[in-house]
Every structure is written in structure tokens, then in C-alpha cells.
């Protein structure tokens, strides 16, 4: 079975055990990501909080979330992404409400959406953005992203619609997606190749902030990236793998 495949199984699995039904309601931030990116002078990072992926398994031993959203913000992230996928990537809504609770910055919920029930939850949870995999929907296991953004943003939340290949970054730029996802892992093979951000800005001509996700590691890459047109970057597995992540933050911020 092929990776994405197992990830909307997984989303599924999670709807059926129960994972998005939040009783609580917690209200977002107050701050516009799109404005503090437009804004930033230094790079633009949305730094995420995740223990576990299917591509390296158990990235770093479960901890306090909040101290370590704490500490990526004091290193001056823009953005929070917060797993809320239980399978593979020891996630919870429960982790992204009590950071949700204890900072201002925007925050995003990072899942594999295959229902609006996540989308409920993402709004009540106080998420800022949610995400849409493209792929999803370009081959077949899922029907009209549009209706998916619409929902979203009827209920006051933006879209981050990520692609990876040529063809899924044309259909993403010709939705209403309020950012715009390149994933430099494949999700089929899970190799990265952050090449691939080059490879699909080439010629592309749109006014949508693009955020560069998977594979960046150090400030060349960041440097290497904003000059093939990234304006902003999602930052995982290399952080929370980082023995002092607010320092390991500040240095990829001030990459720029």
C-alpha cells in the first residue's frame, strides 16, 4: 500500500475512534500570518511540533508540546504547525490545544483532512490554517478541494493546499488556497529533494506567498530556497531533532 493511501486510512481510522470530537471551543490568534510573512525581514518560519513520521519514525521522545512551541517561538517562528494525526505521527488535538492555550502566533493543524469533521475540529481547536494534500484529490481519493477550501473558510479558517509534483502545483495555484505548499518529500517514496522547490517555481508567476516544506536543514538551504521564489518555510523533523530547538530556530530565522 502506498504512503498516501495508509495516510487516508489513517485519517479515517482516526474519524472512526474518535480523535476530532472536541467538546471545547478556543479561539485563534489574533494575528495575520499572511501580513507578519509580508512584513518579516528575516525568514519566515512555521516550525512544527511533531514526535513521529512514517519517513523517520520516532523523531524525538514525547515531552511538554508547550515548552517546545515555547521555545520555537522565543526563536522567533512566525507560525506553529501542530500534528493532530494520532497514527504515524503521535499526534493529538489535545497537544495543539494546550499550546493553542499558552501562545499568540498563528497556528496550523497539521492532518491529513478527508472529512469536514476535521475541519470542525480545526476550528474549534483555534486553528489559524488547516492543510489540504492536493494529491488527494488529483488522484481520485477525495472529490472537489474547492468545496473543502469553501468549507474552511465559511467557517474562519485559511487553506494551506500543499503540492509536490508539476501538475498538482498548477491545480493548487487554481484554487482559492490562501498559501501555497510545496512538499519536497515525495509521498509516494518519502525521499526529499529540496530541488524540487526550484524545479516547480520556474516560470510560475503568482502573487501567493509559497512556503518551501520538508528537507531544510541549515541557513544555506533557506537562502538557497528564498532565491528560487519560497517566501516562507516549514520546518519539522530538523528541528524537533535539535538538541537546543529555540537556538536552532533563531539561526534558520536569521538565515535572511
Do not use: W
Amino acid at each position: 500500500m502506498n504512503t498516501l493511501q495508509k495516510l487516508f486510512d489513517n485519517s479515517h481510522k482516526a474519524i472512526s475512534d474518535g480523535t476530532y470530537e472536541i467538546t471545547e471551543k478556543i479561539t485563534k490568534s489574533e494575528i495575520d500570518l499572511i501580513q507578519s510573512i509580508q512584513e518579516n525581514k528575516h525568514a519566515s518560519l512555521i516550525t512544527e511540533v511533531k514526535f513521529s513520521s512514517p519517513s523517520l519514525g520516532k523523531i524525538r521522545k514525547i515531552s511538554n508540546p508547550v515548552q517546545i512551541a515555547q521555545a520555537m517561538v522565543g526563536g522567533g517562528a512566525k507560525a506553529l504547525s501542530v500534528l493532530t494525526q494520532p497514527y504515524l505521527f503521535e499526534g493529538s488535538p489535545q497537544y495543539f490545544m494546550q499550546i493553542r492555550k499558552q501562545v499568540k502566533i498563528p497556528m496550523l493543524m497539521k492532518d491529513i483532512v478527508v472529512d469536514k469533521v476535521q475541519i470542525d475540529a480545526a476550528k474549534k481547536i483555534g486553528a489559524d490554517y488547516m492543510l489540504l494534500i492536493q494529491s488527494l484529490f488529483d488522484i481520485g481519493l477525495l472529490k472537489d478541494i474547492d468545496e473543502y477550501i469553501d468549507y474552511g473558510h465559511k467557517n474562519g479558517l485559511k487553506v494551506l493546499v500543499e503540492a509536490h509534483t508539476k501538475s498538482e502545483f498548477a491545480n493548487s495555484l487554481n484554487t482559492k488556497a490562501d498559501l501555497v505548499g510545496i512538499n519536497n518529500r515525495n509521498l509516494d517514496t518519502l525521499q526529499i529533494d529540496i530541488n524540487t522547490t526550484k524545479k516547480l517555481l520556474e516560470g510560475v508567476d503568482d502573487h501567493r506567498i509559497i512556503v518551501s516544506e520538508s528537507g531544510i536543514e541549515t541557513p544555506k538551504d533557506i537562502q538557497f530556497l528564498q532565491k528560487c521564489g519560497a517566501g516562507a518555510f516549514l520546518i519539522g523533523s530538523s528541528i524537533m531533532k535539535s538538541e537546543n530547538i529555540k537556538e536552532n530556530v533563531r539561526s534558520l530565522v536569521n538565515a535572511i
